[in-house]
């Protein structure tokens, strides 16, 4: 689950959920996986905005740093509840293929695109509602999109920084979707409640920080 958080929370929540209805008895390991990866979401996200628009990690470390804990005390709480289980894998295709960076390239593209036409048309709004949609499909794209943004007073630190909130927010609820349509009863009892943690651990640290 971490590692696999690292390349994609998305990947592991899909292979994971898809695993839950084949073997039962791994069901908490799956639980436990899935919650590390969405944890790791969070670190995964300051790393990419350090890379590129270090300012922007003042506005930003609260809510990613409020998310990060809740995840790890809930998967810390399922470890402790979880007995002992075998040994899982998850596969990714090769991060250095041709198709999926051109993907990535036009995606990103195309979320700045539309970032920037929002901001024109509906000011602040906008981009705060591009940011949820961006979100639901790729979290890569909007943070390092507004990291870039944030650039040189391209727009407010503090927007690009909430922004970057709702996307990780808007991306959890999807991948408890995920969970929901296609992982087991037991798998949605044990992984659905982190999603109010997480999303209230990282909305309460927005607002207040």
Known sequence: GILGGIVSSTAVTLSFSGRSKQVAEIVPALALGIILAWSIMFARVLVEVLAVNRPLLGALWAPMLA????????????????????????????????????KFGLIYAAVLLIVRTAEIYFGTTGIYVSSLLSGTVDLHAITLSMAQLGLNGGIALDTAANAITLATLSNTVVKAGIVIFVGSKALRTAVLPAVLLISLAAGAAAWFF
Request: net charge negative.
């Open 67 to 102: 998310g990060l804990v809740a995840g790890l005390l809930y998967a810390y709480l399922l470890y402790r509840r979880q007995g002992d289980i075998r040994a899982e894998g998850i596969e990714f295709n090769n991060p250095f293929e041709l198709m999926p960076a051109l």
